[in-house]
């Protein structure tokens, strides 16, 4: 599997959620002006990183099961 780039792919799209997911629980625990100043604008980049990984996994798994792997 680490030999896979479309696998490699799919991991760094996961993580890159968790990262905005982090940041974005990060930011509502301490509140402060840079919560207020971009709450939105984290809750649009998860969503859309989150559905551009969901995308990559059905691919992968798709071309995976097609493929016999």
């Known amino acids: 599997m680490l030999h896979d780039p479309l696998f490699l792919i799919v991991v760094v799209a996961v993580l ?13 625990g301490v509140g402060g002006k840079f919560h207020a100043r971009n709450s939105n604008r984290l809750m649009r980049y998860r969503i859309a990183a989150q559905a551009v990984a969901v995308v990559l996994i059905l691919i992968y798994v798709t071309l995976r099961h097609a493929g016999g792997h």
């Open 16 to 28: 890159l959620v968790l990262v905005i997911l982090m940041i974005g629980i990060g930011s509502f």
